[in-house]
């Protein structure tokens, strides 16, 4: 039997570095959604500061929330 190629890696060694691939594929995963859930509050706080478009008796007007 021919020896082991020197850049062989064991099935142990190959688990463990798909773990650790998942592990850090997890983490961006919840950074992302943490940074998405960021952008959606700010972005209902910019519309909670917009004006809103109301009809009065003669016209339409803005009016602030």
């Not at 039997?1 to 919840?30: G, V």
């Not at 706080?45 to 009809?55: A, E, H, L, Y």
């Amino acid at each position: 039997m021919p020896p082991p190629h020197p850049e062989m890696k064991t099935n142990q060694e190959l688990l463990l570095l798909i773990s650790k691939s998942l592990s850090s594929l997890h983490k961006r995963q919840d950074d992302f959604c943490k940074r998405l859930e960021n952008l959606q509050k700010d972005l209902n706080d910019f519309k909670d500061q917009m004006p809103v478009r109301k009809s009065g008796w003669l016209s339409d007007y803005w009016e602030m929330k």
